[in-house]
């Protein structure tokens, strides 16, 4: 740290993104990205946009906003595209939350919630699942602070139904509620259509899980007119140009070819569904995962010990330090091939450790 830094960030502690190793013939687990590539549509897409590469690109997305609207059945200016999810979560955050307003979320959720908050100054409640390491409800109804709610949530896969958070959103009017849908494409069910009920609800979504563009960086935000127009607010305060070229046409290209995003969304889902079963049958417990990753703890053998075993095979999950939840991995659900992999390589630690 220089000496430079301001006073009021020398003790934040930044979000720590999942391992990205360069090792050869790894089978990597760890970051909840597809295992399938984009779209053939989005490769070609952003293969012609580079060429265009000296000029901006359009700060309105105009293409892909209509486009990202009609998928998901609301007007255009309800919609907001973003660099990745992360950056609208980092708006709501700017936009809605100061000293006065605090944000509230689960103890155990998506961990870049914290560091929003603590980059914005703002006060935060961390709410605790309960045992069965649910979030519950009753915990955020007329709480009066910005409630961040991913659904599923992160990383235990468990979802709620849109019905259940559609009471958070009621009893906190004078709350924005932000529904992070990352993982929604999974056998989840949206919380969009009540976006036409509540003007205090943002609901946000990413192509980096069911769409496969993790590297491209594209996520979007869904709300009133009014929310999407604070947003933009604080886009074109920031960069108003943060989608790129090729990124957009990706998107775009991506869209195009909704069939094949439904197709791969159904086999991640059967992969989920027949790991879940290996890894029970193990003695696993398992979280209900309506997501593309599988939380899962042995009783007589450490998260830990399971990380590492399955690193020395070349199997890169992910494991969290927090003490609830240091006994648990978070699998991401890859190939059928993958996932064989996997099941054989646990099989194998079972056997030396027990
Ligand atoms: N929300 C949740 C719950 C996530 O797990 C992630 C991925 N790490 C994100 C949002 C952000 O994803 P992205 O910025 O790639 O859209």
């Keep these: ?70 998928l998901v059945g609301v007007d255009p200016c309800e919609v907001l595209v973003t660099n990745g999810s992360d950056e609208i979560l980092n708006f709501a955050f700017m936009a809605y939350c100061d000293s006065k307003k605090g944000a509230a979320f689960p103890d155990i959720t998506y961990g870049f919630y914290k560091v929003f908050a603590q980059l914005g100054g703002v006060s935060y409640t961390e709410v605790p699942l309960d045992k069965d390491l649910k979030i519950n409800l009753d915990d955020y109804k007329g709480i009066n602070k910005t409630i961040f709610i991913a659904n599923p949530n992160a990383p235990t896969g468990i979802f709620i139904e849109p019905e259940e958070i559609e009471e958070v959103i009621k009893s906190n009017p004078d709350s924005i509620v932000v529904v992070d849908e990352a993982y929604v494409d999974f056998g989840g069910r949206s919380c969009i259509p009540l976006i036409k009920k509540y003007d205090n ?50 998107g ?84 059928r091939e993958q996932m064989d992999a996997l099941i054989n390589a646990v099989k194998e630690i079972l056997r030396e450790e027990l």
Excluded: W
Aim: hydrophobic share 35%.
């Design 201 to 250: 609800l943002l609901v946000t979504q990413t192509f980096s899980k069911s769409r496969s563009m993790a590297g491209a960086r594209l996520g979007f935000g869904v709300g009133s007119k009014a929310i999407i127009q604070d947003l933009n607010t604080i886009k074109y305060s920031t960069n108003p140009y943060n989608i790129n070229r090729m990124t957009m046409a990706a």
């Design 1 to 70: 740290m220089s000496r430079f830094l301001s006073e009021r960030l020398k003790a934040l502690e930044p979000y720590t993104p999942g391992e990205q190793p360069q090792i050869l013939n790894l089978i990597k687990l760890n970051t909840n990205e597809s295992p399938f590539p984009p779209s053939q549509k989005a490769a070609s897409y952003a293969a012609a946009e580079a060429e265009k590469l000296q000029l901006y690109p359009d700060p309105e997305c105009r293409r892909l906003t209509e486009e990202i609207a009609k």
């Design 252 to 335: 775009l290209g991506q869209l195009l070819d909704e069939e094949y995003t439904q197709a791969n969304c159904k086999t991640i889902c059967d992969n989920r569904e027949y790991t879940k079963t290996a890894l029970a049958e193990l003695g696993f417990e398992v979280t209900d995962s309506k997501a593309n990753f599988i939380f899962a703890k042995h009783p007589k053998i450490g998260g830990e010990k399971i990380y590492q075993g399955l690193r020395d095979r070349k199997i890169l999950v992910r494991h969290f330090n927090a003490e609830r939840i240091c006994d648990y991995n978070r699998i991401t659900v890859g190939t």
